[in-house]
């Protein structure tokens, strides 16, 4: 039954964060908002609230494993099998912007909270914690970032040709937002309780749960849009999606997370910090090796190899 309750968990944050971003997308189109801002805010916003909401459940209830182990899981998911699977149904050209500017972005966010959480290695205490005061330290990034992109998005002009806003009234986009929120909340519940009950039942740490099987269930929203994107061979929008979300999670939830309630640090998470490292360097290291900017369909195939060494390694490590 946990498993059950899982898939249930995830799907209620998978439909909630769709009726969310349905609901505030048709009422902002009803409040003469643009199509730039729907994008760059709402939508982008809702592929990260599975995260955003398991994060807070985690947060809120001690389980700072979970919190962590999402969001590291989630970024390594992101690039080794969402980025490796889009990439093997199609060869994915990425702009130059993403190379330089964006790719590097998410590199920065890993290290940032690399040395913010490492306090035992970088100050010498007994015990490491991502506290309050670091968390406003990982805000303040995400804030620089949204000022980055909007920025660009106003000089270069957005893509709104897939921001679709169906026409609804202002009493169903209201109902479409309370019952997201409703069905992220309900969901974020059921999958933290039952995570930190199938660790118990394995007899496993609950950061093996957070890194793959909570962080795998998290990223769906991800896996879906960068998928059909590569499928669609608009690739554009399937390694920007990956990456921006790398970048989402980390100063936007995992800050957001710790000034909710500071995280406690354990050292055997600094080798997923690495493979979130790794897997970033990879990606621009992929651009200038073979078809440049291009991350060709074996590339894509040794990230998902790479994945599965990785999530091997933590089953050993337990």
């Not at 999402?70 to 992101?78: A, D, E, F, M, R």
């Not at 990034?141 to 949204?146: A, D, E, S, T, Y």
């Given at each position: 039954m946990i498993f059950v309750y899982l898939v249930i968990g995830f799907a209620l944050l998978v439909k909630g964060a769709d009726l969310l971003v349905d609901g505030a997308s048709a009422l902002a189109r009803k409040l003469k908002i643009s199509d730039l801002v729907i994008g760059l805010t709402i939508v982008s916003f809702g592929t990260s609230a599975p995260e955003l909401i398991v994060n807070i459940v985690a947060s809120l209830s001690g389980q700072t494993e979970i919190a962590i182990g999402?969001?590291?899981?989630?970024?390594?998911?992101?690039i080794f099998f969402i980025l490796g699977v889009s990439a093997v149904i199609?060869?994915?050209?990425?702009?130059?912007?993403?190379?330089?500017?964006?790719?590097?972005?998410?590199?920065?966010?890993v290290l940032a909270f690399g040395l913010l959480a490492n306090d035992s290695l970088v100050d010498g205490l007994d015990h490491s914690t991502l506290t309050r005061s670091d968390g406003f330290i990982l805000i303040a990034?995400?804030?620089?970032?949204?000022?980055?992109?909007?920025?660009?998005?106003?000089?270069?002009?957005?893509?709104t040709e897939d921001v679709v806003v169906k026409p609804r009234t202002i009493p169903v986009s209201v109902f479409?937002?309370?019952?997201?929120?409703?069905?992220?909340?309900?969901?974020?519940?059921l999958v933290v309780d039952n995570a930190v009950a199938l660790a118990l039942n394995l007899g496993v740490s609950s950061s093996l749960i957070g890194l793959t099987i909570v962080a795998i269930g998290t990223s769906l929203p991800e896996l879906a849009t960068s998928a059909v994107a590569a499928y669609r061979k608009n690739v554009d929008i399937a390694v920007g999606n990956v990456v921006g979300s790398n970048i989402?999670?980390?100063f936007w939830i995992l800050g957001l997370s710790a000034i909710i309630n500071p995280l406690p640090f354990l050292p055997q998470a600094n080798f997923d910090i690495l493979m979130a490292m790794l897997a970033s360097l990879l990606l621009f290291a992929f651009m200038f090796i073979g078809r440049r900017r291009i991350l060709e369909r074996w590339q894509g195939a040794m990230f998902i190899l790479i994945y599965v060494l990785y999530v091997i390694f933590l089953i050993i490590r337990g």
């Open positions: 999402n969001i590291l899981g989630s970024n390594i998911v992101n199609y060869n994915l050209t990425v702009t130059k912007g993403t190379v330089w500017k964006e790719i590097p972005f998410s590199l920065l966010a990034f995400f804030v620089i970032f949204m000022y980055y992109i909007f920025g660009i998005a106003k000089v270069q002009g957005a893509n479409f937002i309370l019952a997201g929120l409703a069905a992220l909340v309900f969901g974020g519940k989402f999670n980390i």
